[in-house]
C-alpha cells in the first residue's frame, strides 16, 4: 500500500467521498418521501398493490450499469450528468422501500386500528400518528439495506465517468495501481458502515419501544 | 433514432445472436457466473444460517456478517481480486459470492427462527434428534423462506454479474461495456433488456420450484374458513403470505 | 341516552346481522348486549359510533341522529373500550390515555395531568406512566384502555368485551372496580359480552340478542332470570338460573335468630352447657365477631386450633344466595349472621331458608311450565 498516494492526492480523495455521499443520499431521501406515498396508496387501494409491486420488482432486475446508461436516452440528459446515477438509484431505493412501507404499515393491528378510529381519528391523521410510527422498525430495516446498496452501486457509475469513489477504483484497475482501489475500496466500506450505525441511532432514538417490547 | 429503435436493430440483426460473441453464448456465460456463485454463496451460507437459527446463537454476528457483507462494494472487490490475482473468473466469483451471502444467510436464519416454538417444543419432546428435528421440521417450515432469500440472492447476482464484463469476461454485460465503448446505445440497451429477462425467468424458476417444494400445509394456500366478521368500515388487509425477499432480509436484519 | 329506532344492518352479500333492534339505554345505566357469537352484539355496538354504518333505521344519541352527526366528532365524543385494548404499542401509557384530549386540541399540560389522574382512578401505579404497553400485563392494559376511554370525560361509553381477555381472578377484580367506577361517575354505558354471567353481574338491563341479529328478551337482570320469555333465553342464561336468582334478593326477611355462644377460652363445661343438647357451639371473640364452631364432645376447653371452619358469613344487606351458600358450606348446616362490624346476629339454617323461599319466591305467571 503506497500510502505517498493518498498524501499527494487528499483533495482528489475528499471530494470523490463528497461526490460518493451525496449520490447515495440524495436517492434515499427521495425514494423514502414517494416510498411512503405510494405505499400508503397501496395498502388504501388494495388492488393497485400486485401491480405496483410488480413493477418495482421488475425495475430491481435491470442491472445498475444498464440503468445507468439507458437512463439517458429515455429521459435526454447527457451521459455523463449525475443525475442518471441520482435517478436510477432513486429508482431501486423506491423498488425496495415500497414494500417495506407497506409492509410496515400493515403491521398495526386491527384491535389498534378498531379503536383509533372510534376515539376519532380522522383517515390521514391515522396514518401519520399510528399506523406510520408503527411502521417505523420495518422502514428504517429498509432503509439501512438501501443505503448500504445505494453506497455499493454508486461505483459503478464509474463506468460512465460519474461515480465518487469509483473512480479511484477504476484509477486503480487501469493503472494497475492498487493504492487508489484500496483507498476507494475502505472508505466506501467506512461510509456504508458509518450510515448504517447513523440509521441505527436513528431509528433506537425514534422507536424505543420497539427495543422493549422485544425485552418484556 | 431513438433508443427502442436501436434496441430493435440490435436485437433483430441475426449477427447478434450467433457465434461466440452472440447472445446465446453470452446467456450461456452469464448463467455459469450465476449459479456457480449462488452454489458457493449457498454453500457457505445455508449450513451457517440453519446452525444458527436451531441454536439461537451466534445470531448477532450472523447478522453483522450480512450487514458487512453488504457493505462491501461489489466493484471493488471485483477489481481488488484481479489486481491481486489477475484476470479470470476468481474476482467475479469471490464478488458475486460476496453479493450472494447475506440474503440466504438471513433469510435461512430468520426462516427457521419464525418456526413456532411450540412446534419445536413438540418435536423435542416427542424424542426426535437435534439434527432430524432440523431437516425433518424447522427446515420444510422454514423453507418459503429459505426460498425467498435464495430469489433476492440471484436477482441480486444475475443483475450484478454483468460487471463481469468490466474485467474481460463474458455475459450478458459484454453488450452493455461494448455499447459503451462504441455507443452502440441498442447494444447497450439489449444486454440490460436480456438480463432482465433473464432475472423474471430465474424468479418464476424459483416460484415454481417453490410450489413443488414447499408442503401445502406450509405455503398457506389451504385456508380453512373465510375471515369472519364484525369488521369495521375498511376491512383490514389480508396479510398475503408471498415471499417478500427484502422484509424478511432487512427484518432480520434490524436486530 | 342512546336510542334504537329499528334499527337492521344487513351486508351486501345479504347476511342479516341486526334484525330490527328498537331500544333504549338509559342515562347513567349500563346496557349490556349479550348473546352467543353471530347475535349481532358487537355490530350493533359499533353502529352506535358509526364504524359500522345503520342499512335501515336510525340511532339517536340524546336525541340527535347520528346520521346527521359528524362521524369523527361523535366518536371523540364517546368513550370507547375494546378486548385486548388495542393500545397504541409506540406510545406511553401515559400518551395512550391522553390521546382524545390530544385529538381535541387540550393543551399538553392539562391532558397529561387528566391521565395521570385516571391512572390513579383505575387503580395503575403511577411507575406505569412512562412505561410502553409491552411492559404491561394483560390486566394492566385492559385498566389503561378503560382510562383512555374516560380521558375526555365523555357522558357515553362503549365497551366491547372489554374484560373476556383476562384470567377470571383479574376479571372478577376489574368488573368490581368497574361497578364501584361506574358508582362514581354514571356513565351511560353500552357493554357487549359473550358471558351471560358477567351480564347479569354488571347490567342494569340486559339485551338477549340471538343468532339472526333478533332481540329476544330486554329486562332487568332479576327479571331475566325469573321470567325468561323463550327457551333460547333460558337456555342461554343456564341451568341453575333459580340458584343465581336469589342474588337479586334480599336476605333481610330471613328468620334469623340468635343462639347461645361461648367466648374464646371457656371450659368444657361451659360448651356443653351453651350447647343445650346441639352438636357444636358457636365461638366468639372479644369483639363478638366469630370465630368457628366448638365441638360439644372436645375433651378440652376452647382454643381457635381446635375449632371447625365458620365458612362464610353473610348479612342482612347481602342476598339470599349469600345466606343459603353460609348456610351450605357451614359444618353445621347453619349460616352465621353478622352486622356490618363483622359482629355476630345471629344464625339461620338452610331449612329455614328453604322454607322462607317457599313463602316469598316471585310468583309464577300462570300456564308456565314449573322450572
Known amino acids: 500500500m503506497d500510502w505517498g498516494y493518498v498524501e499527494s492526492n487528499v483533495d482528489l480523495i475528499v471530494s470523490k467521498l463528497v461526490e460518493h455521499l451525496y449520490l447515495s443520499i440524495v436517492p434515499i431521501l427521495v425514494a423514502l418521501v414517494l416510498a411512503i ?54 429508482i431501486y431505493s423506491l423498488s425496495l422501500l415500497v414494500r417495506n412501507v407497506v409492509d410496515g404499515l400493515r403491521v398495526t393491528s386491527a384491535d389498534v386500528r378498531q379503536s383509533a378510529l372510534s376515539m376519532g381519528y380522522t383517515r390521514t391523521r391515522q396514518l401519520w ?35 465518487g469513489l469509483g473512480e479511484l477504483m477504476t484509477d486503480g484497475f487501469q493503472r494497475n495501481y492498487l493504492a487508489p482501489l484500496l483507498v476507494g475500496l475502505v472508505l466506501s466500506v467506512a461510509l456504508a458502515l458509518v450510515a448504517d450505525v447513523v440509521i441505527v441511532t436513528l431509528q433506537r432514538w425514534l422507536t424505543p419501544w420497539a427495543r422493549l417490547a422485544r425485552q418484556a | ?30 448463467l455459469y457466473y450465476t ?8 454453500a457457505l451460507a445455508f449450513p451457517v444460517g440453519l446452525l444458527i437459527g436451531h441454536t439461537g446463537r451466534g445470531a448477532l454476528l450472523a447478522i453483522n456478517i450480512g450487514n458487512a457483507a453488504r457493505a462491501v462494494p461489489t466493484f471493488g472487490v471485483l477489481i481488488l481480486v484481479v489486481l491481486l490475482a489477475g484476470i479470470g473468473f476468481l474476482p467475479v466469483l469471490v464478488a458475486l459470492v460476496i453479493i450472494g451471502i447475506p440474503p440466504i444467510l438471513t433469510s435461512t436464519y430468520a426462516g427457521i427462527r419464525e418456526v413456532e416454538g411450540a412446534t419445536v417444543s413438540a418435536a423435542r419432546g416427542m424424542g426426535m434428534t437435534e ?55 441498442g447494444e447497450m440497451a439489449g444486454g440490460a433488456v436480456i438480463v432482465a429477462v433473464l432475472a423474471i425467468l430465474l424468479d418464476v424458476m424459483w416460484v415454481l420450484l417453490a410450489r413443488a417444494v414447499v408442503s401445502p400445509g406450509v405455503s398457506g394456500r389451504l385456508r380453512r374458513t373465510p375471515r369472519a366478521r364484525p369488521d369495521d368500515e375498511d376491512r383490514t388487509d389480508q396479510h398475503g403470505t408471498d415471499e417478500s425477499h427484502a422484509q424478511h432480509e432487512t427484518a432480520a436484519g434490524s436486530a | 341516552m342512546i336510542e334504537f329506532d329499528h334499527v337492521s344492518k344487513q351486508y351486501d352479500d345479504g347476511t342479516l346481522a341486526v334484525d330490527d333492534l328498537s331500544l333504549v339505554a338509559g342515562n347513567g345505566q349500563i346496557t349490556v348486549f349479550v348473546g352467543p357469537s353471530g347475535c349481532g352484539k358487537t355490530t350493533s355496538l359499533r353502529m352506535i359510533n358509526r364504524t359500522i354504518p345503520v342499512t335501515s333505521g336510525s340511532i339517536r344519541v340524546d336525541g340527535e341522529d347520528i346520521a346527521a352527526t359528524d362521524a369523527v366528532q361523535l366518536r371523540r365524543r364517546i368513550g370507547y373500550v375494546i378486548q385486548h385494548a388495542g393500545l397504541f404499542p409506540h406510545r406511553t401509557v401515559v400518551d395512550n390515555i391522553a390521546t382524545v384530549p390530544h385529538l381535541l386540541g387540550w393543551d399538553k399540560k392539562r391532558s397529561r395531568s387528566v391521565a395521570l389522574e385516571l391512572m ?160 357444636h357451639v358457636l365461638v366468639l371473640d372479644t369483639d363478638q365477631h366469630p370465630v368457628g364452631w366448638a365441638p360439644v364432645n372436645g375433651r378440652t376447653a376452647v382454643v381457635p386450633e381446635r375449632l371447625l371452619d365458620v365458612g362464610t358469613t353473610f348479612t342482612a344487606e347481602q342476598s339470599l344466595r349469600a345466606a343459603l351458600d353460609g348456610a351450605l358450606a357451614s359444618p353445621t348446616g347453619e349460616a352465621v349472621c353478622v352486622d356490618a362490624d363483622g359482629r355476630f346476629v345471629g344464625v339461620v339454617n338452610h331449612a329455614e331458608i328453604a322454607e322462607h323461599l317457599t313463602t316469598h319466591r316471585p310468583r309464577r305467571a300462570e300456564g308456565q311450565a314449573a322450572g
Open chain 1, 37 to 90: 406515498v405510494i405505499g400508503a396508496l397501496a395498502v388504501r387501494f388494495p388492488k393497485s398493490y400486485p401491480p405496483i409491486l410488480a413493477l418495482s420488482s421488475a425495475f430491481y432486475t435491470v442491472p445498475s450499469l444498464a440503468l445507468f446508461v439507458i437512463l439517458p436516452g429515455i429521459i435526454g440528459t447527457q451521459i455523463l450528468d449525475p443525475v442518471n446515477v441520482i435517478i436510477a438509484l432513486t
Open chain 1, 129 to 163: 400518528s399510528v399506523e406510520l410510527p408503527i411502521a417505523m422498525p420495518l422502514i428504517f430495516a429498509g432503509l439501512r439495506v438501501a443505503t448500504v446498496a445505494n453506497i455499493s452501486m454508486v461505483s459503478v457509475g464509474a463506468l460512465i465517468g460519474v461515480g
Open chain 2, 1 to 30: 433514432m431513438t433508443l427502442l429503435d436501436a434496441l430493435i436493430d440490435f436485437l433483430s440483426d441475426p449477427d447478434s445472436w450467433s457465434g461466440s460473441r452472440g447472445i446465446p453464448a453470452r446467456i450461456v456465460e452469464h
Open chain 2, 35 to 42: 449459479f456457480a456463485a449462488l452454489a458457493a454463496a449457498f
Open chain 2, 131 to 185: 439434527r432430524s428435528m432440523l431437516f425433518s421440521v424447522e427446515l420444510p417450515i422454514a423453507l418459503p423462506t429459505v426460498i425467498a432469500g435464495l430469489r433476492s440472492a440471484t436477482l441480486q447476482v444475475v443483475s450484478t454479474a454483468t460487471i463481469a464484463a468490466y474485467v474481460s469476461l463474458g455475459g450478458l454485460g459484454r453488450f452493455v461495456i461494448d455499447g459503451l465503448g462504441q455507443r452502440d446505445y
Open chain 3, 120 to 279: 390513579d382512578r383505575v387503580g395503575l401505579d403511577p411507575v406505569l406512566a412512562k412505561r410502553y404497553p409491552a411492559q404491561l400485563s394483560g390486566g394492566q392494559q385492559q385498566r389503561v384502555g378503560v382510562a383512555r376511554a374516560l380521558a375526555a370525560d365523555p357522558p357515553m361509553l362503549l365497551m366491547d368485551e372489554p374484560f373476556s381477555a383476562v384470567d377470571p381472578i383479574v376479571r372478577e377484580q376489574l368488573q368490581d372496580e368497574f361497578l364501584r367506577l361506574q358508582h362514581e361517575l354514571g356513565k351511560t354505558i353500552v357493554f357487549v359480552t359473550h358471558d351471560i354471567d358477567e351480564a347479569i353481574k354488571l347490567g342494569d338491563k340486559v339485551a338477549v340478542m340471538q343468532v339472526g341479529g333478533t332481540l329476544a328478551q330486554f329486562a332487568s337482570p332479576a327479571e331475566l332470570l325469573s321470567h325468561p320469555s323463550s327457551d333460547f333465553v333460558a337456555e342461554f342464561i343456564g341451568r341453575d338460573r333459580g340458584y343465581r336468582g336469589l342474588s337479586f334478593v334480599s336476605a333481610e326477611g330471613l328468620p334469623v335468630h340468635e343462639s347461645s355462644t361461648v367466648p374464646v377460652g371457656a371450659s368444657e363445661d361451659d360448651v356443653r352447657r351453651a350447647a343445650g343438647g346441639a352438636a
